[in-house]
C-alpha cells in the first residue's frame, strides 16, 4: 500500500438526475496513506442552455460558475493529465464514477479504466462500530477533531479525507492488516454488516452480545433463516462471525478484521490533532478507560451544550416570528380547514344524503377547536420561558453548561437503576434552561444530592466504573452519542430558522421585516381561500336550497 500511487477526487454536479455533469472538482495524488504534491481543483462553466439554480453540494450558482469556472474541456484534460494512469477512489464512488464518466463521454475523451475503492465503504467498516455510515465528511471531520477547511469546497473535503486517511484510518487499516493496495480494496468489497444492530427489538446492541443473550441468539437465527434474502444474508453473516467470536467480544484484540472495535484517536478527544494511536480495549488499565470516559463525558456534555443553546436560540426567534404571524396564521389556517370541510359536506351530501353531511359538520366543529387549542398551547408554551437580563441568561448558561457535565445519565449507560434517576434529573435541567428558571438551576447546583432526594430520585454517587466490561459499553455509547449530536448540531445549522436566528443576531429588527413579508404573502393565500370558501358556501345553499351550515 506504501507504494501505490492512487487519486482521491471529490465532485460537485448539476443538471438533471438523468444526466448529471461536473461544475467542480478536486483532486490529491496518493502515495500509500499520503498526499503526493499539490492538490487540483477548477471550477467548470455551465453547460449551454443550463437552467439557473445552484449545485447539489456546495451552491455554486450558475452565475459564479460563469465567471470562475473553465470550459469543461480544458478542466477535464488537466484532470486527466494530473492522474495519469492510477486508480480512482472518492468517498461515494459509484455516484461520482457515474458523473465523470458521463462527462468523459459527452466530451468525446478516453476515460480511465482504474476505479479504485470507495472511501465510504472504507470508513464504515474501520470506524464500525461507529455509525459512519451515512456520516457527512465535515461530521467526521469534527467528531476526530480535525483541522478545519474553509471555505466549504469539493478542495475541502478532499483535504478532510486526506487528513483522515493519514491520522486516523491508516493505523486502523494496520491494525486490520490491510498492508497492500489489494488487501485494502478487497476489504471494502467484501459482504460488511454494521456490528450494531440498527433495527428492530435489539436496535442498537452489538451483535457479539448474543453470546450471553440467548433470545438475541434466536433473532439472529431467525434472521439467517429468512425467506428474504438480504436479511438471511445478513443474519448468517453474524452468525459466522459469532463462532470465531470470544465469550467476551470487548477484550479481543481483534475480533473478525472488520468489526467490534470501537477505535479512537489518541488521547481521545483532544484540542490538538496531530497523532493518532488506538484506544485498544484490551487494555486492561482501568484508570486509562476511565480518562478516555471522562473526556468522552466532557466532549459529550459540550456538544449537547452547543447544539441545545443554539436550538433555544433559534425557537426563541421562531417565538418572536410567532407572536407577528399567529393572527395570520390562524386565520389562514381556519379557513383552510372551513374549505376542506366544505368540500367533504358537499361530497357527503351528494353521495350519502343530509345525514352524512351533517357528520361532515360536527367533524368541522371539532376540527376548528382542535385548532385554536393548538395555537393557545403553543402560545402558553412560548409565555413560559422567563424574560431574563442578560448576565442572568449569561449565567443560566453557565450553570447549565455546568451541571449537563456533572450529571450527564449517559455516564451510568451500564447501570439501568442509576441511569433513569440521572436521566429525570437532566430533564429537569433542560427543562429549567428552556423556560429560563435560573432559580431552579441556582438549587440544583447548589444542592444536587438534596434536589434529587426531593425529586424522589436516589441519591448521588460519582464512584468509578470499576469493571472493564462496562466502561468499554459505556464509552462505545458515548462516542455513537457524539456522533449522533455533531450529526444534529450539523443538521440544525443547515436549517432555514437557524439562518434567520442568525440573520436577526446581526441586524436588530431584521425579525419584524420578515415577519411582515411573511404576514403580506399569507395575506395573499388568506384571499384566496376566502373566495375559495364563498364560492362553495353558494354551492351548498344552492343544492340544500338553505343556508349553508357554519363550517
Known sequence: MK??????????????????????????????????????????????GAQPGTSALFEHSLESLEIDGLPGTEVHRELLLYAGNVPWVAHELD?????????????KMTAPSARGFCMARLIQRLLDPLPATHCK???????????????????????????????????????????????????????WFPSRITFGTFKGRLFQEALKDAVFAQ??????????????AMGAWYLERLQSTPPDPATSRKTGAESSKLLTVKESYRSSATSTQLAEFSDPEIERLNALVAKAQARLAELQAAYTIDKGAVETTQSILFGILR????????LSLVVRYRRKFLDALLRGGEE??????????????????QYEQTAMALAERKTLSQEDEEELKRLWRKLVGLFHPDRF???????????????EINDAKDKGDIERLREIALDPAGYMAKMGLSHLNFAHEQEL??????????????????????????????????????????????GKDQATAIEAEVESLEEEAAQLKNEITELTGALAPEI
Request: aromatic fraction near 8%; charged fraction near 25%; include cysteine.
Open 3 to 48: 507504494k501505490t500511487f492512487w487519486i482521491l477526487f471529490c465532485i460537485d454536479s448539476a443538471g438533471p438526475a438523468s444526466a448529471p455533469y461536473a461544475v467542480e472538482i478536486a483532486a490529491q495524488r496518493m502515495r500509500g496513506w499520503k498526499r503526493e504534491g499539490v492538490p487540483f481543483h477548477r471550477l467548470v462553466k455551465p453547460r449551454e
Open 95 to 107: 455516484t461520482a464514477w457515474v458523473v465523470l464518466r458521463g462527462d468523459w463521454q459527452s466530451l
Open 137 to 191: 465528511i465535515d461530521t467526521l471531520r469534527q467528531f476526530y477533531q480535525l483541522p478545519e477547511r474553509a471555505p466549504r469546497s469539493a478542495l475541502s473535503q478532499v483535504e478532510t479525507l486526506a487528513d483522515l486517511l493519514e491520522t486516523v484510518l491508516r493505523p486502523l487499516a494496520e491494525t486490520c492488516d490491510l498492508i497492500t493496495w489489494q488487501d485494502v480494496v478487497g476489504f471494502t468489497l467484501e459482504p
Open 219 to 232: 433473532w439472529l437465527e431467525r434472521l439467517a433463516a429468512s425467506s428474504n434474502p438480504q436479511s438471511a
Open 327 to 334: 393572527p395570520y396564521f390562524q386565520k389562514r389556517d381556519k
Open 356 to 373: 352524512a353531511a351533517e357528520k361532515i359538520v360536527k367533524e368541522s366543529e371539532e376540527a376548528l377547536k382542535d385548532t385554536d387549542a
Open 413 to 427: 449507560a451500564s447501570q439501568p437503576d442509576k441511569l433513569e434517576a440521572y436521566a429525570k434529573l437532566t430533564q
Open 469 to 514: 466490561a462496562g466502561l468499554r459499553k459505556l464509552l462505545n455509547s458515548l462516542e455513537t452519542l457524539i456522533l449522533a449530536t455533531l450529526q444534529a448540531l450539523e443538521a440544525l445549522r443547515e436549517d432555514p430558522a437557524y439562518e434567520l436566528h442568525q440573520l436577526n443576531a446581526k441586524r436588530p429588527g431584521f425579525i419584524q421585516e420578515a
